[in-house]
């Protein structure tokens, strides 16, 4: 059977356990959560910045893109043609297109030609319906974000893709990804989830061992009362007390209460003796 200090010991370490671990939980949540949110910013940035200059007209070829490492940029057409890709991109993933070779596609700064005017009359209801930005405009709505991959220079890295659509002024509707690197976030995830898993075992034997101390001093005084109490039963001596702990806790009520019992049982067995007492002398007489 376990001693009350191991009870203790045991019930506030495991309580602290949990506590720990859903606040190690949660503060690995909101680090990530937060720390994805600056990558999903830099990326809408960086995309938002190419396909700016894809409103304007900008050739393809003559677009400043970021550096490649920090923000691989993938630009497709409507039908998921990639038509524009950063110089050291070799793979990426998470954009719906795993292309990074360029097809040949109509020039930024073309002109739609004479027989286009119903599909200009579509590209206006379009705009209309707000499904598509304006000819020469940059969507106003929300970027998707997704998770992927992109290889570049021969690095394969986890990246963080913001995709934000841009008209040109010919008409031709495209897609921008650009990618913002997830290694400082998975970085600081794990340099965290490190330090709770190397802090929360000491934390947990130190609770362990505080609880184990003060549940002990707390007791003492409960110790000292029972060897007294089996002190009294080996000697038959009534007249011994417990001794009375100088706090006003559970623990001195306990020693009064025992003091007063055994005043009662030695008033008793006094009372007792002295009837045995007088029996036998008129039994005698």
């Known amino acids: 059977m376990r001693s009350v200090r191991a009870r203790a010991a045991i019930g506030a370490t495991l309580v602290v356990a949990v506590a720990l671990v859903a606040a190690g939980l949660a503060v690995l949540l909101v680090l990530r959560a937060n720390l994805i949110d600056q990558a999903d910013l830099q990326a809408e940035v960086a995309a938002r910045e190419v396909a700016g200059q ?17 923000h691989p940029v993938q630009v497709t057409d409507e039908e998921g043609r990639t038509v ?4 050291d991109l070799r793979a990426v993933t998470g954009t719906g ?3 990074v070779t360029p097809v040949p596609s109509a020039s930024a700064g073309a002109s739609p030609s004479p027989g286009d005017g119903e599909d200009g009359d579509d590209d206006a209801d379009d705009e209309e319906d707000g499904s598509r930005p304006g000819r020469g405009e940059v969507s106003s709505d929300d970027p998707d974000f997704s998770d992927g991959t992109a290889t570049v220079d021969g690095t394969t890295a986890d990246y963080r893709f913001a995709a934000v659509e841009a008209t040109t002024p010919d008409g031709v509707t495209l897609t921008v990804y650009a ?12 340099t965290v989830r490190g330090a709770m898993l190397t802090g929360l075992p000491l934390l947990l034997v130190v609770v362990a061992g505080v609880t184990w101390l003060v549940t002990r001093r707390a007791l003492r005084p409960v110790e000292g009362i029972r060897r007294e109490m089996a002190a009294i039963t080996a000697s038959e001596d009534l007249a011994r007390r417990v001794p009375e702990p100088g706090s006003r806790d559970e623990i001195a009520a306990l020693a009064r209460t025992t003091n007063e019992t055994l005043t009662v049982l030695e008033a008793s067995v006094e009372r007792q003796r002295r009837f045995v007492a007088d029996a036998s002398h008129e039994l005698r007489s």
């Open 179 to 190: 990618g913002a690197p997830l290694a400082a976030e998975q970085e600081a995830v794990n």
């Open 54 to 70: 894809l409103a304007t007209g900008a050739p393809y070829d003559e677009l400043e893109l970021d550096d490649e490492e920090d």
């Open 97 to 99: 297109t795993s292309g």
């Open 84 to 87: 524009v890709v950063s110089k």
